[in-house]
């Protein structure tokens, strides 16, 4: 199963507003990145936020982590038509006793589309 | 400029036959990836090395094969004993595991008939 799931899967909105997506995971971890993927194009990263940090900044990105509630939220502000991509979050999972698996895990992405 | 360089975008293949993707950092990079993603679907690890000479399974390695002999080179091989190989493969390299950000190349869309 994944370890990181988006939600929603599908998001559309005017030009100008803010967009939200949510990812939650199952286990704990080591830090948790966002990417984004225009279609057909590999992906870019956003930001990666480590478990001892709760909101980072950059641009119009604000991502929160909360590790209690095991979720993250990104927030893109004042939306662009050419914000249109698939969004992913992933994270990197400890195993028991606190050690990476050396993995990244990718969850199934939000399609975002910013009408014009 | 800086990158990684995946080749080519768009390979076609008969079933049986073994394909081999390309995959070049220029970079510096000690550590590379192989993802494989289908439609509507997250990204899922096939390989990944930390260092020249050595690479270790991804969760579905199972039909592929890699190497690793030089820092820059990472290539993939999609052999016939992959049950479902028609797939769009991303590489990846990163400064230091997993522990920073992903670099991906633009990748490549295999179809297999």
């Known amino acids: 199963s994944q370890q990181g799931e988006e939600d929603p899967q599908a998001l559309s909105i005017q030009e100008g507003e803010n967009a939200t997506m949510n990812c939650s995971y199952k286990?704990?971890?080591?830090?948790l990145q966002w990417y984004r993927q225009n279609s057909g194009r590999g992906l870019v990263h956003l930001i990666l936020?480590?478990?001892?940090?709760r909101e980072k900044h950059s641009g119009r990105l604000r991502v929160t982590l909360d590790t209690s509630k095991k979720s993250s939220s990104l927030l893109i502000t004042a939306s662009r038509a050419a914000d249109t991509a698939s969004y992913f979050c992933?994270?990197?999972?400890?195993?028991?006793?606190?050690?990476?698996?050396?993995?990244?895990?990718f969850g199934q992405g939000t399609i975002l589309t910013v009408h014009p | 400029d800086g990158g990684i360089t995946q080749s080519p975008k768009y390979l076609f293949r008969k079933e049986g036959q073994n394909v081999t993707l390309s995959c070049e950092q220029n970079?510096?990079?000690?550590?590379m990836y192989w993802y494989r993603q289908d439609p509507g679907q997250g990204l899922r690890l096939i390989y990944y090395?930390?260092?020249?000479?050595?690479?270790q399974k991804g969760d579905i390695a199972e039909g592929y094969s890699v190497s690793r002999e030089k820092k820059e080179s990472f290539p993939l091989t999609v052999t016939s004993a992959q049950k479902n190989p028609t797939a769009f493969y991303l590489c990846?390299?990163?400064?230091?595991?997993?522990?920073?950000?992903?670099?991906f190349g633009n990748g490549t869309r295999l179809t297999v008939t």
């Open positions: 936020i480590r478990s001892n940090e």
């Open positions: 990846a390299s990163s400064i230091e595991g997993f522990y920073s950000p992903l670099h």
């Open positions: 992933a994270t990197d999972p400890l195993g028991a006793g606190g050690t990476s698996y050396g993995k990244l895990t």
């Open positions: 090395s930390q260092i020249v000479n050595d690479f």
């Open positions: 286990t704990s971890i080591n830090n």
């Open positions: 970079l510096n990079h000690d550590a």
